[in-house]
C-alpha cells in the first residue's frame, strides 16, 4: 500500500473517530458545565452548558494539536467539574456575588493551566505518572463521591443550595418528573454499557432521559412542553448575539466589575485543579499506550493539556483533561493520530451550531443521571478486595483515608495525605526489610587467593574472626538501627569486620555515622572496619566512595580501609590473620624447585635433570606476564611474589579469577594441551617465576617416564583440590 492511500485511511479514520469521539465526549462536556454554574441559579443553566461546549472545542482541537500523544480525546472531566463545582457552592454559601465567583473560577482556570505548562516544561510528567496507587485510586473515588453526591439533588429535583442529605430525608422535595427522567437516563446507560453497540452508552443513556421527559410533557405534565422558565431543562442557548458574547465576555468584563477573590483562594484549587488533570490525562496516555502499542511524550502531553485548557478558558470553557472513554471510543472507531482529536473539537463545534435547538431542550435530571453513573463507575470497586488480606489492609487504609479527606476536606488536602501515608508505609516496608544480604564467617568465605595448605588450615581457624556482610537496599534512618544491632554481637570477639555496598541503593548521614561508631568500636577492641565495593554512582547519582572520604571515616587515626572488590578486601584480612599468628610465610625470598608440592618425592637425580630445563624470569609489580590471546606452552611456579589472574569481559570490564602467591603454579591448562591463554595475569608484586616448557618436559619425558607421570600426577591432584575450593565458593554464592 502505497503512502498516498495509506495518509488517505488514516485520514478518514480520524474523521470517523473524532466523530465518534465527539458523540461521547460532548453530552458529558455539556453535563460537566451545567454542574460547574448550576448552584448559581437557574438562569446560569444554559451559560454552563455553553462554557462545557465551547470546552470540548477548544480544548479537543488545541491539546490535540501542541499535545503528544496519538488518538487521545481532551474533554471537560469529572476532576474539573468536581474542583469547580465545589468551589462554586463555598463561594455561594459565603455569600460571594455571581460576578466574583465567575471571576474566581476564571482565575483558577487560567492559573491552573498555567501551571500545567510549567509542570511540562520543567519534566515532571514523569514524576506526576509515579504518584502510588493507593492515592490515585482514593483521590479518583473521593472525585467520584463528591460528583454522585453533587448530582442527587438535581435527580431527586429538589430545590438549589439544598445538600444531599436533606434532599435524600425530604422526600416532599421530590420531583416525580427529575426521578422518571434521571433514573431512565441512569438505567438505559449502565444497560448500554453491558451490551456495546456502536452508538455511545451516554448517547442511549442521554436519549432515553429526553424520551421520557417528552412523553411525560404529552401525558401528565404539559407544562414541560414550555421553554419559557422551565426549571427541567438547561433552557434556551443562543449561538450567535448575547448569550454566547456573554459567556465568553463574562469573565473578562469581572476583571473590572467584580470583586477580586483573595489569592489564597484562587492559587490552592489552581494547584488542585492541575495536578487532578494532569494525573487523569496521563493515566488515560498509559492506557492508550498499552492498548496501541505506542509510547507518549509525558511533557509535551502536559505542555499541550495546558495550552488547550488556557485557550478554552480565555475563550469562556470549562477545562478538563485527556479522557478515558472518548480516547478509547476514538481508537475503535479508526482514530490514528492527533488529528482525530482535532476533529473531535471540529464536530463539537457544527453540533453546537446545528443542534442549539435540541441542547436547549437537554433535561437538567438527564444530565444528572448521566454523571451519577459516571461518578460511580470512577470509585474503584475492586479496591474492597485489599480489605480481605492482612497484606493489603494498609494500603486499603491510605484508600479509605484518601477518600474521607477527598469528600469532608477537599482534594489537595488528600492528595497531600494520600502521598504522607504512601511515603510513610514505603518506609515502614523498608524498616521490616534486611538490609544484610548474607553474613558469612572467614573460615567459609575466602578470598581469591590460592594458598598453600598450610595456610589454608590455619585460616580455617583464624577465620572464626573474620565477619563478612554483604548489604543491600537503602541504608537511611529507618534501617540503621536495625542495622546496628545485627553487627554489635560480632564486635567484641571480631578482629575484622568486613561490610560489602555492591547491592545497596542509597545511603544518607544517620548511616553513614552508624559506619563511624562501628569503626571507632573496632578500633577500641583493636579491630579494624574493612569497605569493599563502595559504588561510583548510586541511583540517586551520589558518588558513595567520594561520600564516605567527606565524611572523614577513611582517614585519621581510626581509619577505615577501603577495597574496590570484596576479594581483595578479604585477601588482606587473610595476610594480616596469618602474619598475626605467624604462619606467614614473606620471609621467603626465594624457593627452590624441590619446595614446590609438585615435584614432592622427586629424586634428586631426576630434580637436577628437571632443574636444567627450568627458565627463571623477574617481573616487576605491575609488569603484564602475558595477555588473553597470547600462544602458551608452559608451566609458571612462582618462587616469589605474585601474580593476580584476570579474565576481559565483553564490555571491557575485568572479572578477578584468582590470585596465585609464592609456592603456586599457573599456566597448566597451556601446559597440558598447547593453547591461546584465556585470561590476562599481571605481576601484583616483584615476582619470580620458574618456567617449565612443554617441548624441554617432553625431551626430559622421554629419557624418565615415572618423573611425568608423577608430574602429571601432581597437576591433577592440585587441579581437582582447585575445583573442589571452585564449588564451594559457587555453594556459597547460591545460599546466598
Not at 465568553?248 to 483573595?262: F, Y
Not at 492541575?274 to 511533557?299: E, F, M
Not at 472518548?326 to 472507531?333: D, E, F, G
Not at 609489580?621 to 595477555?627: A, K, R, T, V
Amino acid at each position: 500500500m502505497n503512502s498516498t492511500s495509506l495518509s488517505t485511511r488514516h485520514l478518514s479514520g480520524d474523521m470517523w473517530g473524532g466523530f465518534a469521539a465527539m458523540l461521547v465526549a460532548l453530552p458529558s462536556a455539556i453535563a460537566f458545565g451545567v454542574t460547574i454554574l448550576a448552584p448559581l441559579g437557574s438562569h446560569f443553566t444554559a451559560q454552563g452548558a455553553i462554557a462545557g461546549i465551547l470546552g470540548v472545542t477548544l480544548l479537543g482541537f488545541v491539546a490535540a494539536l501542541f499535545g503528544g500523544t496519538q488518538r487521545l480525546i481532551s474533554a471537560p472531566c469529572a476532576p474539573a467539574a468536581a474542583v469547580l463545582s465545589a468551589l462554586t457552592i463555598q463561594m455561594s454559601h459565603q455569600g460571594s456575588a455571581p460576578s466574583t465567583i465567575l471571576l474566581t473560577l476564571f482565575l483558577v482556570a487560567i492559573i491552573s493551566s498555567a501551571i500545567q505548562i510549567l509542570f511540562g516544561a520543567l519534566r515532571f510528567g514523569q514524576l506526576i505518572r509515579y504518584m502510588p496507587f493507593p492515592v490515585v485510586s482514593g483521590y479518583l473515588s473521593g472525585v467520584g463521591l463528591i460528583i454522585f453526591f453533587s448530582q442527587l439533588p438535581k435527580l431527586l429535583g429538589a430545590p438549589k443550595d439544598i445538600e444531599w442529605f436533606a434532599a435524600i430525608s425530604s422526600p416532599y422535595m421530590w420531583q416525580p418528573v427529575s426521578l422518571l427522567v434521571g433514573c431512565s437516563t441512569g438505567a438505559v446507560m449502565l444497560i448500554a454499557m453491558r451490551f456495546p453497540s456502536r452508538v455511545p452508552a451516554v448517547i442511549q443513556g442521554l436519549a432515553a432521559g429526553i424520551v421520557v421527559y417528552w412523553l411525560l410533557a404529552w401525558s401528565a405534565f404539559p407544562a414541560l412542553a414550555s421553554l419559557q422558565d422551565n426549571p427541567f431543562v438547561i433552557g434556551a442557548i443562543s449561538t450567535a448575539g448575547e448569550g454566547l458574547w456573554d459567556s465568553i465576555s463574562g469573565p473578562w468584563q469581572g476583571l473590572t466589575l467584580a470583586t477580586m477573590p483573595h489569592l489564597q483562594q484562587i492559587l490552592i484549587p489552581a494547584l488542585t485543579l492541575s495536578v487532578l488533570l494532569s494525573i487523569d490525562t496521563l493515566k488515560t496516555c498509559l492506557i492508550l499506550d498499552a492498548v496501541s502499542g505506542t509510547r507518549h511524550n509525558s511533557n509535551r502531553e502536559l505542555i499541550g493539556q495546558g495550552i488547550g485548557n488556557l485557550t478554552a478558558t480565555l475563550f469562556g470553557g470549562t477545562p478538563g483533561a485527556g479522557t478515558m472513554g472518548a480516547s478509547l471510543v476514538n481508537k475503535a472507531s479508526g482514530g490514528v493520530t492527533r488529528l482525530s482529536g482535532m476533529f473531535q473539537g471540529i464536530w463539537s463545534l457544527l453540533a453546537f451550531l446545528l443542534l442549539t435547538p435540541l441542547i436547549s431542550w437537554v433535561p437538567v435530571a438527564a444530565l444528572a443521571g448521566l454523571l451519577i453513573v459516571i461518578g460511580v463507575r470512577m470509585i474503584d470497586w475492586h479496591s474492597l478486595q485489599l480489605a480481605r488480606s492482612r497484606a493489603t489492609v494498609l494500603d486499603f487504609g491510605v484508600i479509605v483515608a484518601v477518600v474521607v479527606v477527598a469528600k469532608t476536606a477537599s482534594l489537595i488536602a488528600a492528595s497531600g495525605l494520600g502521598v504522607a501515608l504512601a511515603i510513610l508505609m514505603f518506609i515502614r516496608e523498608q524498616i521490616h526489610s534486611s538490609t544484610i544480604r548474607n553474613k558469612s564467617y572467614g573460615n567459609a568465605l575466602f578470598s581469591k587467593r590460592v594458598r598453600p595448605l598450610a595456610e589454608r588450615e590455619a585460616l580455617l581457624e583464624l577465620g572464626k574472626q573474620n565477619v563478612v556482610y554483604e548489604l543491600q537496599g537503602s541504608l537511611f534512618f529507618g534501617t540503621t538501627d536495625q542495622l546496628y544491632s545485627a553487627i554489635e554481637p560480632e564486635l567484641e570477639k571480631a578482629r575484622h569486620v568486613v561490610l560489602d555496598f555492591q547491592r545497596v541503593q542509597s545511603i544518607d548521614m544517620t548511616a553513614a555515622h552508624m559506619i563511624e561508631r562501628l569503626r571507632n568500636m573496632l578500633y577500641d577492641q583493636q579491630g579494624t572496619l574493612i569497605l569493599s565495593r563502595l559504588p561510583a554512582s548510586l541511583p540517586s547519582g551520589r558518588d558513595l566512595r567520594n561520600y564516605i572520604e567527606q565524611l572523614g571515616i577513611t582517614s585519621g587515626e581510626h581509619a577505615t580501609r577501603i577495597f574496590d572488590d570484596l576479594s581483595d578486601a578479604l585477601e588482606w584480612v587473610e595476610d594480616q590473620s596469618l602474619q598475626a599468628a605467624g604462619v606467614d610465610a614473606d620471609h621467603v625470598l626465594d624457593m627452590r624447585l624441590e619446595q614446590f608440592e609438585l615435584f614432592e618425592g622427586l629424586q634428586p637425580s631426576t630434580l637436577k635433570a628437571l632443574q636444567q630445563g627450568v627458565q627463571r624470569r623477574y617481573y616487576t609489580e605491575g609488569e603484564i606476564i602475558f595477555s588473553s590471546g597470547a600462544p602458551g606452552d608452559a608451566l609458571m611456579l612462582i618462587a616469589r611474589g605474585a601474580v593476580r589472574i584476570d579474565l576481559r569481559l565483553s564490555n571491557g570490564r575485568k572479572s578477578h579469577i584468582a590470585t596465585f602467591g609464592r609456592g603456586q603454579f599457573f599456566g597448566e591448562m597451556s601446559f597440558l594441551e598447547p593453547h591461546p591463554h584465556s585470561a590476562n595475569v599481571m605481576a601484583v608484586a616483584d615476582t619470580e617465576l620458574l618456567i617449565l616448557p612443554r617441548s624441554d618436559f617432553d625431551v626430559l619425558a622421554k629419557s624418565d617416564p615415572m618423573m611425568a607421570m608423577h608430574l602429571y600426577a601432581s597437576l591433577a591432584s592440585a587441579m581437582a583440590d582447585r575445583l573442589r575450593h571452585t564449588n564451594l565458593e559457587l555453594r556459597a554464592l547460591q545460599e546466598a
